[in-house]
């Protein structure tokens, strides 16, 4: 808008006496080039301010397109992230193969390890009690002798173990990258609320907003609220217990 | 002992088969949904279903309640082990007759518990 004090200058207040003294004469010629002159002046600020909202106007407007960040984010970032989703997902599963492999091999050296000690233990507890016979001891000896060869499986086991531990490499990998997605999911947050605010915010349809009750949650998140969710077992127990479980 | 676990992750069954394994059961077989567990469950003798509930082609629940509803199955014990925590959903899947329910992430010890309770029960 246009200020007073732009409109009330010496210039002006001159402008207006001249005009007052040429009517009080009779100058009508005079008068009107007056009136026309004030009248361009008043125009070309109003002019000014004009352009000036139009201009704030523009860069508003396109302030928003300027950074095409949005269609960046749709056309290049939003697909990344996806693919980068999919990649934890296969780093993930690639992990808890190789470390299950590894378990599932590991498991029936140790129980053969444990067998065999336990049997030896048996025996050597007869020997020290001095219920062994002759025979018997030279088998014993025998079988100590082949224990102490398994235990060289030992090895395996620990090679094993080695890979396990190399795979939770799994968990600095994806968590890169999940946190490289956030960020993205942060950003496109704030352009949608810029949005919002730009085309004016619509009522939240509460109906649309309440979560689904036939839906399934899939894993509760701790610090999301889960309404009518059970925390952990216990409460499931005492759930089902109440309902004649 | 025949038992068949259904999930649609594989490494969730294998760590479920491994447990199973470690418990003395050793005749363990998988299906990766309900579509793939029931025809196995027809013509199958199998004694326990162990089941996640959400998986593509048909969910835990509806399998429990085809299994229910299927007269030469209807008795086979069934262990449901999944992430829904909502009441709504347990309360749904004890209405529909499951024998067990345990919530993920679970101990090999809740499973042991939850398996010599339904075995007790059948006995």
Redesign the interface.
């Known amino acids: 808008m246009i200020e007073d004090e732009e409109l009330i200058t010496d210039d002006n207040i001159a402008r207006v006496k001249d005009l007052l003294v040429c009517m009080e004469k009779g100058h009508e010629e005079e008068a009107i080039e007056i009136i026309d002159e004030l009248t361009t002046i008043r125009e070309t600020e109003l002019y000014q301010d004009m352009g000036k909202l139009t201009r704030e106007l523009h860069d508003a407007i396109s302030n928003f397109g300027v950074d095409d960040s949005i269609s960046i984010m749709a056309e290049k970032s939003i697909p990344d992230a996806r693919e980068r989703l999919n990649y934890v997902i296969s780093k993930t599963?690639e992990a808890?193969?190789s470390t299950?492999e590894a378990?599932?091999e590991s498991?029936p050296i140790c129980d053969n390890l444990n067998d065999q000690a336990s049997e030896l233990h048996t025996s050597w507890q007869k020997f020290t009690n001095r219920e062994l016979s002759a025979d018997e001891f030279r088998a014993l000896s025998k079988n100590i002798e082949a224990f102490f060869t398994k235990t060289q499986d030992m090895g395996t086991v620990k090679d094993h173990l080695t890979a396990i531990l190399l795979a939770q490499e799994y968990q600095d990998l994806t968590g890169q990258i999940i946190k490289k997605v956030i960020n993205l999911v942060g950003e496109v947050e704030d352009k949608l609320i810029g949005l919002i605010q730009i085309t004016g915010a619509p009522q939240v349809d509460e109906s649309k907003a309440k979560d689904d009750?036939a839906e399934?949650?899939?894993?509760?998140v701790p610090g999301l609220a889960?309404k009518?969710?059970?925390?952990?077992?216990d409460e499931?127990d005492d759930?089902?217990s109440s309902?004649g479980? | 002992m025949k038992i068949l676990v259904v999930d649609d992750f594989?490494?969730m069954r294998?760590?479920i088969k491994?447990l199973l394994r470690d418990l003395g059961f050793n005749n363990t077989s998988e299906a990766d949904d309900g579509l793939t567990a029931l025809p196995m469950l027809k013509s199958g003798d199998f004694d326990l279903l162990v089941t996640d509930?959400?998986m593509p082609g048909m969910?835990g629940i509806d399998l429990l309640k085809a299994v229910r509803a299927d007269e030469n199955l209807q008795n086979i014990p069934v262990l449901m082990v999944t992430?829904?925590?909502?009441?709504?959903?347990?309360?749904e899947a004890?209405q529909a007759g499951v024998n067990g329910?345990?919530?993920?992430p679970?101990t090999a010890l809740?499973l042991k518990e939850k398996l010599e309770k339904i075995f007790a029960r059948i006995n």
């Open positions: 599963d808890a193969n299950l378990i599932e498991i009750a399934l949650d899939g894993p509760p889960h009518d969710t059970v925390s952990g077992q499931v759930l089902l309902l479980f | 594989s490494t294998r760590i491994n509930w959400n969910q992430a829904e925590q909502k009441k709504e959903q347990i309360v004890a329910y345990i919530v993920k679970f809740i």
